[in-house]
């Protein structure tokens, strides 16, 4: 029996590939189709270069829904499975168990539910992750239309037809926020997208079921509005959930392995995608570091110039022009410098490239073309104090750069981005790390994952604990670092320092969120030899 995998993906670039080689490595599966649903990044050429079969491209974003069928409609198999191309943490044994039971006929259509995400088994009928036989999927071509709303109407026809789903659970696999994927304000209407294209799948179901008035008080029109209302309390509840988590436990913390401090001859450098990210990851070990004697310098690879809040703010003025993002990444590099002096840390120290926000995994996929910021329009890096005026957006310039920094300042340690971080910045810089660190050893950290960190709000008595949806390859380990109660004073104050993001509501929740009792960092097997307590 044929299978073919449909993946939908609508600027997924930073996350596709995984998924393409997880459906290519599932024996299972005979074709992998990726329907690029009006991508305006790298996204259909990623999918091919990751060995996706086919890659539809769609020119413009025509919605979930309109993909899926464009790529049912070219697909060969039997059984179709539907994946997400902004899975994190997929694998191929996910995959196979996922079409288990349509395949052994046990089952006409199979959902996955997230294992590590209480609300995905709430929320069910709205997981995006299917195993489905073809005839079914193609029944009603009314699916095109549905937008977000594909998987209700996928449910509603089922239940039609007297099937019932199987339901598999997936552990260690989780969704990019969408507030990762897109930015605040984009991610917020991307979800407010979402949930209209919900409500109106809830209103179609409504129209289509007749109510005899006798047997129930409540018209189509009422019922609708409290399902919609039911909707947001949910999409509510989705946002705040966080705050409300038990507090971490001190015995889960005190059983990872310590991290020791800095030695006074240690030349420690810190590369980060953005200015906070080194305050937010590893504040703490900078201020310990300076405090032993260790020296600490900064590599910084974007201004952070891409925060509307911050842009419109600046100008007052809807939409934001590029100048008010410019003006936004001057006062980003201020920021990050007076935070970095409050940890210890000295101008000449800090190095900025200059490079632009979101856009560096386009970057590192542009070995020699420029790459254009959509904010800034800029294509160079022509911000004052970078280390090279007018350097050119592109891999060779970027990878050149570093490593020039790196030479400089001939590092003992280098801490930054895990690459297993779900903001493709973070990535795009760990990527890097890799290409120009050599033989020097390496710590990273995670600022974004999901449910992580807990709670997202100021706990600062409590410890921070590893992401529990990101499962370190076996030769890494999480191990914490201890911060004194100086320490964690001088991480606070340093995430002061970072105004600008502090207006947002939801960045002041995450900063103060990671102002704990320690840090938590990926460090390799090899690094240490026997870990204390």
Excluded at 51 to 71: C, F, I, S
Excluded at 72 to 79: F, K, L, P, Y
Excluded at 161 to 179: D, E, Y
Excluded at 268 to 275: E, F, G, I, M, N
Aim: proline share 8%.
């Amino acid at each position: 029996m044929k299978v073919s995998c449909i993946i939908p993906a609508h600027n997924e670039s930073a996350t596709v590939a995984n998924v393409v080689r997880a459906a290519r490595a599932c024996p299972q599966i005979t074709e992998v189709i990726v329907v690029s649903d009006g991508s305006t990044d790298e996204t259909p050429q990623v999918a091919s270069a990751a060995g996706a079969d086919q890659v539809l491209v769609l020119r413009r974003n025509m919605g979930k829904g309109a993909a899926l069928m464009a790529g049912a409609q070219v697909s060969r198999g039997d059984v179709i499975l539907l994946v997400d191309a902004d899975l994190c943490g997929v694998t191929p044994k996910n995959l196979a168990q996922l079409l288990a039971p349509v395949l052994a006929g046990q089952a006409e259509m199979a959902v996955a539910l997230f294992k590590d995400d209480i609300w995905h088994g709430v929320l069910r009928p709205l997981s995006g992750q299917r195993a489905v036989r073809r005839n079914l999927l193609l029944a009603e071509p009314h699916l095109a239309r549905t937008g977000f709303g594909f998987e209700i109407a996928l449910d509603r026809l089922a239940k039609a037809r007297g099937i019932r789903p199987a339901h598999v659970s997936w552990a260690g696999v989780s969704h990019r926020l969408k507030s990762s994927k897109y930015g605040m304000m984009r991610g917020m209407r991307v979800s407010l997208r979402a949930s209209s294209d919900l409500v109106r799948q809830v209103r179609v179901r409504r129209r289509r079921h007749t109510i005899h008035p006798r047997r129930d008080a409540l018209s189509p029109r009422r019922r609708t509005r409290m399902e919609a209302l039911l909707l947001a309390v949910i999409v509510f509840g989705l946002i705040l959930r966080p705050l409300f988590f038990a507090h971490p436990s001190h015995a889960a913390a005190f059983n990872l392995p310590s991290l020791a401090p800095p030695e006074p001859g240690d030349r420690v450098l810190v590369v980060v995608a953005h200015p906070d990210d080194e305050v937010i990851g590893a504040g703490g070990f900078i201020a310990s570091a300076r405090s032993r004697g260790a020296s600490v310098s900064v590599l910084i690879v974007t201004n952070g110039d891409s925060n509307k809040v911050s842009a419109v703010l600046m100008e007052a003025r809807l939409p934001p022009r590029p100048s008010a993002f410019l003006r936004e990444g001057r006062l980003r590099q201020q920021e990050g410098l007076e935070a970095l002096r409050r940890l210890g840390v000295a101008s000449p120290d800090v190095y900025f490239l200059g490079f632009p926000d979101r856009k560096l995994a386009a970057v590192m996929g542009s070995p020699q073309e420029p790459v254009t910021s959509p904010y800034t329009r800029l294509r160079a890096a022509e911000y004052p104090g970078v280390v090279t005026p007018s350097a050119p957006y592109t891999r060779t310039t970027l990878v050149d750069l570093a490593r020039t920094v790196v030479d400089r300042v001939r590092p003992t340690l280098i801490i930054t981005h895990s690459a297993l971080d779900r903001h493709p910045d973070h990535l795009a810089v760990a990527q890097l790390v890799d290409l120009v660190r050599g033989s020097t050893p390496a710590y990273s950290f995670v600022i974004h994952a999901a449910g992580f960190p807990r709670p997202l709000r100021s706990s600062p008595h409590d410890p921070l604990l590893p992401p529990p949806t990101v499962t370190l390859p076996a030769q890494w380990t999480w191990m914490r670092f201890e911060l004194s109660p100086e320490e964690e004073q001088a991480k606070r104050n340093a995430i002061g320092a970072h105004r600008s993001q502090l207006a947002t509501p939801y960045l002041r929740l995450l900063l103060a969120s990671f102002v704990r009792t320690n840090e938590v960092f990926a460090v390799p097997t090899s690094e240490f030899a026997s870990p204390t307590h």
